[in-house]
Structures are given as structure tokens and as C-alpha cells.
């Protein structure tokens, strides 16, 4: 998810509509402006999906097994 906000008394304020939860986790970005560095999809640290249950090819259809398997 990507949301904008401002800064307001040392506080990132997010836009209106935007709902975290309290303690989420959060990494901000600030926009290439002036001195500020720009960043790169690179910046943001590799997620773990879990281990791969299977190699896939092209004929799998992940989306029929899922619903398969809802009970």
C-alpha cells in the first residue's frame, strides 16, 4: 500500500481515508526534492512468502486449487 501524508508537528499526518492499525508497522519514503536522496524499489527489503510447496508450469491453475481447498 502507498499513502501520502504530511508532516504537522513532528507527526506524519496521513491523508483522510487512510486507516492504519494502531501499531502497524510502517516504512516511509520521502519524494526526491532538493537534497533530499530519491529512492529505489531496491530501498525496501525482500518479503518471505514461505517455502515453495512445488515447482509450477504453465498448465497449473493455483486459483482452482485455492478454491478447492476453502472448506
Known amino acids: 500500500m502507498v499513502?501520502?501524508?504530511r508532516v504537522q508537528n513532528g507527526v506524519?499526518?496521513?491523508d483522510d481515508?487512510?486507516?492504519l492499525s494502531e501499531g502497524?508497522?510502517?516504512t516511509v519514503f520521502?519524494?526526491?526534492s532538493g537534497n533530499l536522496q530519491g529512492?529505489?524499489?531496491?530501498d525496501i527489503p525482500p518479503v518471505s512468502l514461505g517455502c515453495v510447496l512445488r515447482p509450477l508450469g504453465?498448465?497449473?491453475d493455483l486459483l482452482a486449487?485455492?478454491?478447492e481447498e476453502t472448506p
Open 17 to 19: 481515508g487512510v486507516h
Open 39 to 42: 529512492h529505489s524499489v531496491l
Open 30 to 32: 520521502l519524494p526526491s
Open 65 to 67: 486449487e485455492m478454491l
Open 24 to 26: 502497524q508497522e510502517v
Open 3 to 5: 499513502v501520502s501524508g
Open 58 to 60: 504453465p498448465d497449473d
Open 12 to 14: 506524519i499526518v496521513v
